[in-house]
C-alpha cells in the first residue's frame, strides 16, 4: 500500500471518529438538559455492567476474527462469520439466564430499584451487542473506511435522536438513555447486514473452526478484562461510596473529556502500520520514533492546557445540575493524552515479541486505580476517582515506556515528557480544588509558557510550517 492510499484509509475510517467526537461534544449538552445527574449516574451503571457482559460475553473471539478472517477464501467467510459467533452466542445465553435468576439483586445494585424491565432491556442489548462487535469488525476488515464511518456515526446520531424523543414524549429518566443504546446497537446492525448481507448467509457453523476460534481468542479475555477494570472500576467503587447523582456527574465529565477525542482519533489507526512498515524496512531508523514522540507529545499537551484553561467555559454548555462537574474533568483528560503518547513509546514491547509486558504493567495499573479509588474517593468523591484513573494510565506509561526503552533503545526523551506530565497534573490539581477563581487559569498559562520552553525547538518548527502552510494557501487563494 502506497503512502497516499495509507493517508485516504486513515482519513475514512478516523472520519467516523472525528464526527463521533463532535456528536458526543454536541449531544451531550442536550442529554443533561434532558436528564438529571441521579438518572444518568444510573445509565451509566446500567453501562457499566452491560461492558463487562459483553467482554465476557465475545471471549476474546473478535480478535480471533481479526486474525483468521483475511486467510479465509471468500466462499468460506460467512461460515467464519458463524462460527466466530457461535460461543459468544452461548455465553451470551448462559450470562442471560444467570442474570434473569439474579434479577433482583443486580437491578438493586445498578438503579436501586427492582426491575424486570431493565434486565430484559439488559439481556436484548448484550446480544444485540455481540452482533454488533462482528458486524463492526467485519467493515473494519474488509477495510471499508466510509461504511465504517457511517455505521458509527449512524449509531451515535440514532442514541441520541431517541433519548431526545423519549425523554421528551414518554418520561425524563434513565430508561431513555438504556433504551437509546439498544436502538443504536440495532440500527448500525440493520446496516451493516445490508451492506455487507452475503457474509451473514447462510447460516453455517463449523464445529472445528468455533474451536480454533475460542483457543485463539480465550487469553485475550484477562488483558480485556483488566482495560475493563481501568477504565470502569471508579464507577462501582463511586456506587459503594457515593450516590447516583455523583456518578452522573463524574460520567458527565468523562463524556466531555472524551469528546476530547477529536484531536486524538485515529492516530493509533496511522501509527500502527505505519511503526511496523518502518521496523520491517530498517529497525536502526529509531529517529522518526523518538520525533513521533517529542512532537505529539507537544501538541497534545498544548492541547490540554489550553483545555484546562477553557474548561468552565466548555461546561456552561451543560445544564446548570451538571456544571459541578468542571471540577471533576481536569485529571480525566490524562486518560485522553496519555494512552494516544504510549501508541508510539510501547512499539518496542511489540517489535521483541515481549507481550506479556502489557499484562503486567495493566495489573499494576488496575490495582494502582483500586487502591486510588478506595482512598480517595471516600474523601473527595468523584474528583477522587478522576484522579485515580487519570494517574493510573501514568503509571502504564512509566512502565511500558521504560520496558520498551530497554527491548529496543530509541533514545525516546522521557524524562522531559515526565516533566510535561507532571506540570500538567500539578495543574489539574490547582483545576480541581480552586475551580471559581483566577488562579487556574493563570496555572494553565503559566503551564503552557513553561512547555513551550521545554519543547522550544519543536516550537519553532510547527511554528514555521504553519507560517509556510498559510503562505501557500495565501498565494493559491
Not at 448467509?201 to 479475555?221: L, N, Q, T, W
Amino acid at each position: 500500500m502506497d503512502k497516499l492510499s495509507l493517508v485516504k484509509k486513515y482519513f475514512s475510517f478516523s472520519m467516523g471518529l472525528w464526527l463521533n467526537a463532535v456528536i458526543s461534544f454536541i449531544t451531550t449538552p442536550i442529554v443533561t438538559w434532558l436528564i438529571d445527574p441521579s438518572q444518568f449516574g444510573k445509565s451509566t451503571m446500567f453501562s457499566t455492567f452491560y461492558s463487562i457482559m459483553l467482554i465476557l460475553a465475545t471471549a476474546g473471539t473478535q480478535m480471533a476474527f481479526m486474525r483468521f478472517f483475511p486467510q479465509k477464501p471468500e466462499e468460506k467467510k460467512s461460515e467464519f462469520v458463524w462460527s466466530c459467533l457461535a460461543f459468544p452466542l452461548l455465553f451470551s445465553t448462559v450470562l442471560s439466564l444467570v442474570t434473569l435468576i439474579f434479577s433482583k439483586p443486580i437491578s438493586f445494585f445498578l438503579v436501586e430499584e427492582s426491575s424486570y424491565r431493565l434486565v430484559i432491556v439488559l439481556i436484548l442489548s448484550l446480544v444485540t451487542g455481540v452482533f454488533q462487535t462482528f458486524n463492526q469488525t467485519m467493515i473494519q476488515m474488509k477495510g471499508k473506511g466510509m461504511l465504517y464511518s457511517t455505521v458509527n456515526v449512524t449509531r451515535s446520531l440514532s442514541n441520541v435522536v431517541f433519548v431526545v424523543i423519549y425523554a421528551y414524549f414518554v418520561n425524563k429518566d434513565f430508561y431513555a438513555i438504556i433504551y437509546a443504546q439498544l436502538f443504536s446497537n440495532i440500527v448500525s446492525l440493520v446496516i451493516g447486514i445490508l451492506f455487507e448481507h452475503n457474509y451473514w448467509f447462510p447460516i453455517r457453523i463449523s464445529k472445528d473452526e468455533a474451536i480454533e476460534v475460542i483457543k485463539y481468542g480465550f487469553p485475550f479475555i484477562f488483558s480485556s478484562i483488566m482495560m475493563w477494570l481501568l477504565s470502569w472500576t471508579d464507577r462501582f467503587v463511586l456506587r459503594i461510596f457515593t450516590n447516583f447523582n455523583e456518578i452522573g456527574l463524574y460520567s458527565a465529565a468523562f463524556k466531555i473529556v472524551t469528546a476530547v477525542s477529536l484531536f486524538t482519533s485515529g492516530f493509533g489507526t496511522l501509527w500502527y502500520p505505519f511503526a511496523f512498515e518502518q521496523y520491517e524496512k530498517n529497525p536502526e531508523n529509531k529517529a522518526v520514533f523518538s520525533k513521533a514522540l517529542d512532537y505529539t507529545s507537544f501538541i497534545f499537551f498544548s492541547i490540554g492546557f489550553v483545555i484546562l484553561g477553557l474548561k468552565n467555559v466548555i461546561f456552561l454548555l451543560l445544564a446548570k445540575s451538571y456544571r459541578p462537574a468542571a471540577s471533576i474533568s481536569p485529571f480525566l483528560l490524562l486518560s485522553v493524552f496519555i494512552p494516544t503518547i504510549n501508541t508510539i513509546v510501547v512499539r518496542g514491547i511489540d517489535f521483541s515479541k515481549k507481550t506479556y509486558w502489557f499484562i503486567i504493567s495493566d495489573s499494576c495499573g488496575v490495582v494502582f486505580n483500586l487502591i486510588g479509588n478506595f482512598l480517595l474517593i471516600p474523601v473527595l468523591g468523584s474528583r477522587g476517582a478522576a484522579m485515580s484513573t487519570g494517574l493510573s494510565y501514568v503509571i502504564l506509561l512509566i512502565i511500558e515506556g521504560s520496558v520498551s526503552e530497554k527491548l529496543y533503545p530509541v533514545g525516546y526523551n522521557l524524562k522531559r515528557v515526565y516533566y510535561v506530565i507532571l506540570l500538567f497534573s500539578l495543574t489539574a490539581l490547582v483545576h480541581t480544588f480552586f475551580n471559581y477563581s483566577l488562579f487556574p487559569m493563570i496555572s494553565s498559562v503559566s503551564a503552557l509558557l513553561i512547555m513551550i520552553y521545554l519543547y522550544k525547538t519543536e516550537f519553532k518548527v510547527l511554528v514555521s510550517e504553519a507560517r509556510k502552510a498559510l503562505l501557500r494557501i495565501g498565494g493559491n487563494a
